[in-house]
Protein backbone atom coordinates (compact mmCIF):
# COMPACT_ATOMS: atom_id res chain seq x y z
CA UNK A 1 0.00 0.00 0.00
CA UNK A 2 1.70 3.05 -0.67
CA UNK A 3 0.50 6.82 0.52
CA UNK A 4 -0.66 9.15 -2.12
CA UNK A 5 1.01 12.32 -0.81
CA UNK A 6 -1.99 15.90 -0.68
CA UNK A 7 -2.09 19.11 0.08
CA UNK A 8 -4.54 21.04 1.77
CA UNK A 9 -5.60 22.59 -1.50
CA UNK A 10 -6.17 19.20 -3.35
CA UNK A 11 -8.10 18.15 -0.19
CA UNK A 12 -11.70 19.49 -0.17
CA UNK A 13 -12.94 21.78 3.05
CA UNK A 14 -16.41 20.01 2.99
CA UNK A 15 -14.38 16.62 3.73
CA UNK A 16 -15.33 15.22 7.43
CA UNK A 17 -12.75 14.77 9.66
CA UNK A 18 -13.08 12.01 12.15
CA UNK A 19 -11.01 11.04 15.36
CA UNK A 20 -10.30 7.70 17.39
CA UNK A 21 -12.48 8.04 20.33
CA UNK A 22 -9.70 6.75 21.89
CA UNK A 23 -7.13 9.34 21.29
CA UNK A 24 -6.17 11.35 24.15
CA UNK A 25 -6.92 15.41 24.24
CA UNK A 26 -3.52 16.07 23.73
CA UNK A 27 -3.18 16.65 20.34
CA UNK A 28 -1.38 13.35 19.65
CA UNK A 29 -3.40 11.31 17.05
CA UNK A 30 -4.57 11.25 13.51
CA UNK A 31 -7.57 11.91 11.66
CA UNK A 32 -9.33 10.29 9.07
CA UNK A 33 -11.50 11.24 6.23
CA UNK A 34 -13.10 9.85 2.81
CA UNK A 35 -12.38 12.02 -0.24
CA UNK A 36 -14.94 11.23 -2.99
CA UNK A 37 -16.24 7.88 -1.90
CA UNK A 38 -12.97 6.41 -3.57
CA UNK A 39 -9.79 7.52 -1.93
CA UNK A 40 -9.15 7.32 2.18
CA UNK A 41 -7.10 10.31 3.85
CA UNK A 42 -5.17 10.57 7.03
CA UNK A 43 -3.80 13.24 8.39
CA UNK A 44 -1.84 14.22 11.97
CA UNK A 45 -3.82 16.98 14.33
CA UNK A 46 -0.34 17.96 15.48
CA UNK A 47 -0.02 19.68 11.69
CA UNK A 48 -2.88 22.22 12.00
CA UNK A 49 -1.59 24.84 9.76
CA UNK A 50 -0.13 22.75 7.00
CA UNK A 51 -2.43 19.95 7.25
CA UNK A 52 -0.43 17.55 5.15
CA UNK A 53 -2.64 14.54 4.04
CA UNK A 54 -1.66 11.24 3.21
CA UNK A 55 -4.49 9.36 0.76
CA UNK A 56 -5.18 6.13 -0.03
CA UNK A 57 -7.27 3.97 -2.50
CA UNK A 58 -10.32 2.79 -1.23
CA UNK A 59 -9.00 -0.97 -1.57
CA UNK A 60 -6.01 -0.21 0.08
CA UNK A 61 -7.35 0.57 2.76
CA UNK A 62 -9.83 -1.72 3.45
CA UNK A 63 -7.02 -4.24 3.08
CA UNK A 64 -5.27 -2.37 5.95
CA UNK A 65 -8.39 -2.41 8.25
CA UNK A 66 -8.75 -5.83 7.80
CA UNK A 67 -5.35 -6.83 8.49
CA UNK A 68 -5.49 -4.55 11.70
CA UNK A 69 -8.19 -6.45 12.76
CA UNK A 70 -6.24 -9.95 12.19
CA UNK A 71 -3.63 -8.55 14.28
CA UNK A 72 -1.16 -9.21 11.30
CA UNK A 73 0.57 -5.83 10.97
Known sequence: MR??????????AETRWNTS????H?????????LN???QA???TKDPVRRTT??????SWQ???EAIARETL
Open 26 to 34: ANNCLEHGV
Open 37 to 39: GAK
Open 42 to 44: VRD
Open 3 to 12: PIPSTPARIK
Open 21 to 24: SYSG
Open 63 to 65: AFL
Open 54 to 59: LTFPAG
